[in-house]
């Protein structure tokens, strides 16, 4: 199991995130923390896995927190879930160590997908030696095509060459659109869409409108 401290002064929004996280297989929540003065003594005491941190505290800076973590050389993973959106924030964020940074607000497809690729990583990290192809899927390269990769239990080799062919041509498709073109509902859509995220061959960004922002999918195209 993967330990996890959350990090929120706002008493409901922390409660929705222990929530979430106690859905995800693999991770339980140990502690709760409303200051970052509280989340670095838990740090100390509990020892967490991962953390989940806002950046807006009542005392410190999330992004102060994250610092200091790293400056006591802590291997402590850390996922920014902030309604922050600035790129200073954001740059801080990816240049202290931070593995993931998720805007509010969110829906719970959303936080599991990146924990479930912090898992991955964390695995690929075990102590030991690595490979180039292990190292290249942790940065981010995509230099090269994507090899494919074996679907999740549940989902179908035929359906996810369909998925991808709706993304070809440089389509940019939500799980919404995607799951009407092919007959097949958001989620299942949007299962597929995540898995061909986390794998390389597809990029998603966030549209922000006048709701909640929406997942816009993309095929990868090979350099």
Same mark, same amino acid.
């Given at each position: 199991m993967i330990s996890v401290l959350v990090v929120d002064d706002d008493f409901m929004v922390a409660s929705i995130h222990q929530r979430f996280v106690a859905q995800t297989d693999g991770f339980e929540v140990v502690g709760t923390a409303r200051t970052g003065a509280e989340a670095l003594a838990f740090v100390d005491q509990l020892h967490p896995d991962l953390v989940l941190l806002d950046v807006h505290l009542p005392d410190i800076s999330g992004l102060e927190v994250l610092a200091r973590i790293r400056a006591d050389g802590?291997? =402590? +993973?850390? !996922?920014?879930? &902030?309604?922050?959106?600035?790129?200073?924030? !954001?740059?801080?964020?990816?240049? +202290?160590?931070?593995? #993931? *940074?998720?805007v509010k607000p969110f829906d719970y497809e959303d936080l599991a997908a990146r924990l479930t690729q912090v898992a991955a990583a964390?695995?690929?990290?075990?102590?030991?030696? &690595?490979? #180039?192809? =292990?190292?290249?899927?942790?940065? %981010?390269?995509?230099?090269?095509?994507p090899r494919p990769t074996s679907l999740p239990?549940?989902?179908? =080799? $035929? =359906? +996810?060459?369909?998925?991808? #062919?709706?993304?070809? +041509?440089?389509? $940019?498709?939500?799980?919404?659109?995607?799951? $009407?073109?092919? %007959?097949?509902?958001?989620?299942?859509?949007?299962? *597929?869409?995540?898995? *061909?995220?986390?794998? %390389?061959?597809?990029?998603?960004?966030?549209q922000y409108g006048a709701g909640r922002p929406e997942r816009r999918y993309r095929k990868v195209t090979p350099a």
């Open positions: 802590r291997k =402590t +993973g850390v !996922v920014m879930v &902030t309604a922050e959106r600035e790129a200073d924030a !954001v740059r801080t964020a990816l240049l +202290g160590g931070a593995m #993931q *940074y998720l964390m695995r690929d990290l075990a102590p030991g030696t &690595t490979d #180039q192809d =292990t190292i290249d899927r942790l940065f %981010g390269t995509t230099s090269q095509a239990k549940g989902l179908s =080799t $035929e =359906t +996810g060459r369909l998925v991808l #062919q709706a993304l070809s +041509g440089g389509a $940019e498709l939500s799980a919404a659109e995607a799951g $009407e073109t092919l %007959g097949l509902s958001r989620v299942t859509a949007r299962r *597929y869409l995540e898995h *061909y995220v986390t794998t %390389g061959e597809a990029r998603v960004r966030l």
